[in-house]
Every structure is written in structure tokens, then in C-alpha cells.
């Protein structure tokens, strides 16, 4: 690809050679450097494309890994950020745009009766735990292998890339060097679907603070119903709070989430990514008993026995708070969105699956409501540690620049989304580019 690069994006190279001197981007890993070094750097995004520094239009399939659901630069997001930021831009004092999102949130999802904002999915999540270890007084935190809960070091236990132990009783392993030991020992590790492996948390009841998982996980795109339904059940008779991290999920799926898909309710959810319109934001909504554990107490200095302490400078702040709420009030007044987003994906996943057969190519699709995980594999993965061990990463990341030089833009290692914005004429874009690319590699 160097040459063919080299001369489609001259601009864009020198804005790497400049980024290699001074910059590590944070990622799956350096995003200006691996899988390969030839980034997309924008110039300007709209709707659902973007373009870079050399004049190359791609129809946009990474969506920022999540936020953009209603595609970039929309005009009902960017006419509440202009008239928040003539307001000017606060943070660490009142500001009305946060108490309606906060209303927004707890009216959005009949488990949430009071809301935390935050400036990440992964501070949702470090604050949901911290809640949970507070109640409950107890440290252990029970999770689903390959669940990706951001970057704290109890979230990156056993996910991305990391597993050990047999299938059906994996061991915790750490997500990252540098990341405290004591989170490996502190943490259950189960299979997302497994309704035997779940004994597992009666057996370890009385040392855990939380259950936490994502209710359809964004690696491979399953929804297993009976199982969150078991697993909700035994939550309840073993008095261990559950917590939904829908951070990809939350209103991208549906309004609210996957739990008012299936109509089952954790005692907390993490949000974060669509519910701030692209700025950075996130939320722990949930149970007012476990939110209510970082409000003050009686005590005027601070109560430090019963209280978990939640600070965030630029938690809650106008601007994204503004941006959050208008997005959050046109997906409410559009519902019809999520039915053309469903639609899309099913007919965009059915002409892939049609060119991976007619070709012969062993490849899985598995796409739900604007959410695609495509492998090329012979088996059906349906566990994280089957779909890492029985793909071909190569070939997802050699698809992902193929597909660059026919216009669009597919993360490389990532589920890929689509956004409202996506017209079926850009999806029939999306399929034909696909089809060349297939050919270009078989042909490679
Ligand atoms: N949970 C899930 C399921 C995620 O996919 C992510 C990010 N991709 C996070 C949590 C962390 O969110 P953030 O990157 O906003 O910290």
C-alpha cells in the first residue's frame, strides 16, 4: 500500500511524520502507526463522511467508535453547542443543560431514578464500581471474558485480547502492563451465555461487590435473552447489584438501550459515547440507593465512612451537557431512526454475507441495530476467545485499507457502526467497495 498511499494522501503522510515526532495516540494502540502507518487525518466531517487533508472522500463506518450515531456535524447538535458556547463554556458550577440531561437519562430508562455525569465511559464505569465496592463493602467485581469496560485497570481485567483458563472457567488476566495486580485477584471471570458457569456466582456471593457486563457484547454482536434473564434472576436472589455497561449500546440500539430492547432492568448502567453528542461525556444512572452513595451526607465536612467520593472537574460541564441533551431529544422525537438504522444493517450485512459466499471466502457477519462484527472464520464464534482464536486478523486489517482505497473508511480492529446519516445508496457504496476489495485480495 506504501506507494499507492504515498500518492493518494501526500498531505496526510506529512501530518504522521509530524505526529511521530511528538505524539502517541491512544487506541486499540498508536493509531497513527499500527496496524499500519497510514491514518486518516480529517479535515472536515459531515453527515456520514469525512474527508482528509488531500481532498479523499470516505464514507465513515468507524462513527469515533461510537459517539456519532446521528453522523457528524448535525445540525440539532451543532445549534445547541453554538448557543451554549454564546452563553460561555462552565464547568464545576451550575449550569442548567446538566440537570436536563440528567432528566433525560432517568426518563429514558425505567431502571434509572437518579444520574451521575462524568467525563468517559471509563469514569462511568470506575464510579459504578466504586458505588457497588461501597454498598456492598465487598471487593470482588464478577465480569464476562473480552468485555471491554475502558481503561482503568479493573476494567481492562480479561478483556481486550486477554484470556486464560479453560472455557468454561476462565482466569482473570490483566488488560495492561502497569495496571495494579490486585485487580486480577479481586475479579470472577465468566462467559457471556455460558447458564451453567453462572453457579460460579453463587459460589463467590458473599465476596462480591457487583456483576457487571455488556448486555450485548460490541466484539461479537449476540444478544442472548434467556441468559440475561437467568442472570438478572440470580442477581436478585443473591442481592448482588448488576451493572449494564452500555456505553456503545446506550441509545444507539434503541432509545435508552439494549435493556429496553429485552425489557430487562440492571440496578445501574453505564453510559457514555452518544449521550454527549461527540464531546467528551459519560454517566452512571441507576438505582437512587447506590448514586445516592456519592451525594454528601448529614456530616458538613464529609462523611468518609459512607460516602464514595466523586470528583471530575469538567464533569457535567455546559457544552457537552447542551450537546448531549440535543441529541438525546431528536433521537426521542425520531424514533423512526432506529427502525431505518435496523433496516440498514440487516440489508448492508445481507450483501456482505452474499459476497463472502458467492466468492467462497470463510467470513462471519454478525450485525445488529447499526453495530457490525464481521471475522474472516470458518466457525461461528460465539464466545470472545473462540472469534479471537479462530480468525484471520490479517485479513480484517488488509480489508480495512482495500476498502480505503475504494472509499471508505472501516476501523481496523473495532466492531464497525453505522450512523443515521447513512443513506441505503451510501450502504450500496459500502457493499460494492466491499466486493472490489474482496476480489483485489483474492487476486493479491
Ligand atoms: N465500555 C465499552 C463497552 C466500550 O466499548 C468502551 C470504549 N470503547 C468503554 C466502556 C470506555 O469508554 P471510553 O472510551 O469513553 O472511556
Same mark, same amino acid.
Given at each position: 500500500?506504501?506507494?499507492?498511499?504515498?500518492?493518494?494522501?501526500?498531505?496526510?503522510?506529512?501530518?504522521?511524520?509530524?505526529?511521530?515526532?511528538?505524539?502517541?495516540?491512544?487506541?486499540?494502540?498508536?493509531?497513527?502507526?499500527?496496524?499500519?502507518?497510514? @491514518?486518516?487525518?480529517?479535515?472536515?466531517?459531515?453527515?456520514?463522511?469525512?474527508?482528509?487533508?488531500?481532498?479523499?472522500?470516505?464514507?465513515?463506518?468507524?462513527?469515533?467508535?461510537?459517539?456519532?450515531?446521528?453522523? /457528524?456535524?448535525?445540525?440539532?447538535?451543532?445549534?445547541?453547542?453554538?448557543?451554549?458556547?454564546?452563553?460561555?463554556?462552565?464547568?464545576?458550577?451550575?449550569?442548567?443543560?446538566?440537570?436536563?440531561?440528567?432528566?433525560?437519562?432517568?426518563?429514558?430508562?425505567?431502571?434509572?431514578?437518579?444520574?451521575?455525569?462524568?467525563?468517559?465511559?471509563?469514569?462511568?464505569?470506575?464510579?459504578?464500581?466504586?458505588?457497588?465496592?461501597?454498598?456492598?463493602?465487598?471487593?470482588?467485581?464478577?465480569?464476562?471474558?473480552?468485555?471491554?469496560?475502558?481503561?482503568?485497570?479493573?476494567?481492562?481485567?480479561?478483556?481486550?485480547?486477554?484470556?486464560?483458563?479453560?472455557?468454561?472457567?476462565?482466569?482473570?488476566?490483566?488488560?495492561?502492563?502497569?495496571?495494579?495486580?490486585?485487580?486480577?485477584?479481586?475479579?470472577?471471570?465468566?462467559? /457471556?451465555?455460558?447458564?451453567?458457569?453462572?453457579?460460579?456466582?453463587?459460589?463467590?456471593?458473599?465476596?462480591?461487590?457487583?456483576?457487571?457486563?455488556? @448486555?450485548?457484547?460490541?466484539?461479537?454482536?449476540?444478544?442472548?435473552?434467556?441468559?440475561?434473564?437467568?442472570?438478572?434472576?440470580?442477581?436478585?436472589?443473591?442481592?448482588?447489584?448488576?451493572?449494564?455497561?452500555?456505553?456503545?449500546?446506550?441509545?444507539?440500539?434503541?432509545?435508552?438501550?439494549?435493556?429496553?430492547?429485552?425489557?430487562?432492568? @440492571?440496578?445501574?448502567?453505564?453510559?457514555?459515547?452518544?449521550?454527549?453528542?461527540?464531546?467528551?461525556?459519560?454517566?452512571?444512572?441507576?438505582?437512587?440507593?447506590?448514586?445516592?452513595?456519592?451525594?454528601?451526607?448529614?456530616?458538613?465536612?464529609?462523611? /468518609?465512612?459512607?460516602?464514595?467520593?466523586?470528583?471530575?472537574?469538567?464533569?457535567?460541564?455546559?457544552?457537552?451537557?447542551?450537546?448531549?441533551?440535543?441529541?438525546?431529544?431528536?433521537?426521542?422525537?425520531?424514533?423512526?431512526?432506529?427502525?431505518?438504522?435496523?433496516?440498514?444493517?440487516?440489508?448492508?450485512?445481507?450483501?456482505?454475507?452474499?459476497?463472502?459466499?458467492?466468492?467462497?471466502? &470463510?467470513?462471519?457477519?454478525?450485525?445488529?441495530?447499526?453495530?457490525?462484527?464481521?471475522?474472516?472464520?470458518?466457525?461461528?464464534?460465539?464466545?470472545?476467545?473462540?472469534?479471537?482464536?479462530?480468525?484471520?486478523?490479517?485479513?480484517?486489517?488488509?480489508?480495512?485499507?482495500?476498502?480505503?482505497?475504494?472509499?471508505?473508511?472501516?476501523?481496523?480492529?473495532?466492531?464497525?457502526?453505522?450512523? &443515521?446519516?447513512?443513506?441505503?445508496?451510501?450502504?450500496?457504496?459500502?457493499?460494492?467497495?466491499?466486493?472490489?476489495?474482496?476480489?483485489?485480495?483474492?487476486?493479491?
Amino acid at each position: 500500500f506504501a506507494a499507492h498511499f504515498a500518492q493518494q494522501m501526500p498531505a496526510t503522510l506529512r501530518l504522521r511524520e509530524r505526529a511521530r515526532d511528538t505524539l502517541v495516540a491512544p487506541g486499540h494502540a498508536d493509531r497513527y502507526f499500527f496496524p499500519s502507518a497510514f @491514518p486518516v487525518f480529517v479535515r472536515q466531517a459531515t453527515g456520514g463522511r469525512v474527508r482528509d487533508f488531500d481532498n479523499n472522500e470516505y464514507l465513515d463506518l468507524c462513527g469515533g467508535y461510537g459517539p456519532h450515531l446521528l453522523g /457528524y456535524a448535525h445540525p440539532a447538535i451543532n445549534a445547541a453547542i453554538s448557543a451554549s458556547l454564546e452563553n460561555g463554556l462552565v464547568n464545576g458550577i451550575g449550569n442548567p443543560h446538566e440537570v436536563e440531561l440528567a432528566e433525560l437519562l432517568v426518563a429514558s430508562l425505567p431502571s434509572a431514578e437518579k444520574a451521575l455525569m462524568c467525563n468517559s465511559g471509563t469514569e462511568a464505569i470506575l464510579f459504578a464500581i466504586r458505588m457497588c465496592r461501597g454498598y456492598r463493602r465487598r471487593n470482588k467485581v464478577a465480569k464476562f471474558e473480552g468485555h471491554y469496560h475502558g481503561f482503568s485497570d479493573q476494567g481492562m481485567v480479561s478483556s481486550w485480547f486477554r484470556f486464560s483458563g479453560e472455557t468454561d472457567r476462565p482466569e482473570p488476566i490483566a488488560g495492561s502492563l502497569g495496571t495494579d495486580p490486585g485487580t486480577v485477584d479481586n475479579t470472577l471471570v465468566l462467559q /457471556y451465555g455460558d447458564l451453567r458457569g453462572l453457579t460460579r456466582l453463587r459460589e463467590n456471593a458473599d465476596e462480591l461487590a457487583c456483576v457487571i457486563l455488556e @448486555p450485548m457484547p460490541t466484539s461479537v454482536v449476540t444478544l442472548d435473552v434467556p441468559f440475561l434473564t437467568e442472570l438478572r434472576a440470580l442477581c436478585t436472589e443473591l442481592d448482588i447489584p448488576l451493572i449494564f455497561d452500555e456505553v456503545v449500546s446506550g441509545f444507539r440500539v434503541a432509545y435508552g438501550g439494549v435493556q429496553n430492547m429485552v425489557d430487562i432492568h @440492571p440496578d445501574l448502567t453505564c453510559l457514555g459515547k452518544v449521550i454527549g453528542g461527540g464531546l467528551p461525556c459519560g454517566a452512571v444512572v441507576g438505582r437512587a440507593a447506590f448514586i445516592d452513595m456519592a451525594k454528601s451526607s448529614q456530616d458538613p465536612f464529609y462523611d /468518609y465512612e459512607n460516602r464514595v467520593f466523586a470528583g471530575g472537574t469538567l464533569s457535567g460541564n455546559s457544552l457537552t451537557c447542551a450537546a448531549g441533551a440535543a441529541v438525546l431529544r431528536h433521537l426521542d422525537a425520531n424514533p423512526q431512526l432506529y427502525t431505518q438504522l435496523e433496516n440498514n444493517t440487516q440489508r448492508l450485512a445481507a450483501m456482505l454475507r452474499q459476497s463472502t459466499s458467492r466468492r467462497g471466502i &470463510a467470513c462471519r457477519i454478525n450485525a445488529r441495530n447499526s453495530i457490525f462484527s464481521l471475522t474472516f472464520s470458518h466457525r461461528e464464534a460465539r464466545l470472545y476467545r473462540e472469534r479471537m482464536a479462530g480468525s484471520n486478523f490479517k485479513a480484517t486489517i488488509a480489508l480495512a485499507y482495500y476498502m480505503r482505497k475504494h472509499q471508505v473508511y472501516l476501523p481496523e480492529l473495532h466492531s464497525f457502526l453505522i450512523s &443515521a446519516a447513512h443513506t441505503t445508496e451510501d450502504l450500496d457504496q459500502v457493499a460494492s467497495g466491499f466486493e472490489k476489495s474482496l476480489d483485489e485480495m483474492l487476486a493479491d
